[in-house]
T-cell receptor, first 110, second 112 residues
Framework: GQNIDQPTEMTATEGAIVQINCTYQ??????LFWYQQHAGEAPTFLSY????GLEEKGRFSSFLSRSKGYSYLLLKELQMKDSASYLC???????????FGAGTRLFVKA | DAGITQSPRHKVTETGTPVTLRCHQT?????MYWYRQDPGHGLRLIHY???????DKGEVSDGYSVSRSKTEDFLLTLESATSSQTSVYFC???????????FGQGTRLTVV
């Protein structure tokens, strides 16, 4: 089976750094995605980790530890537009079936 | 943006009526998915397709059926809609294994 856990809500201040954690338990794992979803909109792709370690992409970085079943998304220099939900999702061993966590709603305050 | 269109975008229907949602893509991607999104549950996989006429069940498939007769179209049918199927439905497409999925804009379905 699949189980993905992430905090329900987080609040951070504009200009700060925030880390959103995700833990997962899955019977078959091929990689982990992070998506961003603004209210009323479709999810959009942020990152994909297959190997252990940190992947940096501008203000956003994503980390994966396969042995610990753990990932985090790091957002630097927070902006008001970063207020959104962040979805952690695992990809199955076959490489095409994605299961999502419930998402973390991030509020960025001035 | 990936060429993926969902129709209708909004629908209100009565309990017990059949409903079909359409997902249309112009990207020629192999994999297509239907998810529903509800508060507190995130995105849950209903059905997916890995080719024409090849479909399989996801986490929450009861009460739903799908069909894919052409690469570009993936239909989700609620044979007899219930109030518990009130939700936002997202279609997604994926080109190949181990790549990201692209989402349509969603269909807000209300069953009264």
């Amino acid at each position: 089976g699949q189980n993905i856990d992430q905090p329900t809500e987080m609040t951070a201040t504009e200009g700060a750094i925030v880390q959103i954690n995700c833990t997962y338990q899955t019977s078959g794992f091929n990689g982990l995605f992070w998506y961003q979803q603004h209210a009323g909109e479709a999810p959009t792709f942020l990152s994909y980790n297959v190997l252990d370690g940190l992947e940096e992409k501008g203000r956003f970085s994503s980390f994966l530890s396969r042995s610990k079943g753990y990932s985090y998304l790091l957002l630097k220099e927070l902006q008001m537009k970063d207020s959104a939900s962040y979805l952690c999702a695992t990809l199955n061993t076959g490489g095409f079936k994605t299961i999502f966590g419930a998402g973390t709603r991030l509020f960025v305050k001035a | 943006d990936a060429g993926i269109t969902q129709s209708p975008r909004h629908k209100v229907t009565e309990t017990g009526t059949p409903v079909t949602l359409r997902c249309h893509q112009t990207e020629n991607h192999r994999y297509m998915y239907w998810y529903r999104q509800d508060p507190g549950h995130g995105l849950r996989l209903i059905h997916y397709s890995y080719g024409v006429k090849d479909t399989d069940k996801g986490e929450v498939s009861d009460g739903y059926s799908v069909s894919r007769s052409k690469t570009e179209d993936f239909l989700l049918t609620l044979e007899s809609a219930t109030s518990s199927q009130t939700s936002v439905y997202f279609c997604a497409i994926r080109d190949s294994m181990n790549t990201e999925a692209f989402f349509g804009q969603g269909t807000r379905l209300t069953v009264v």
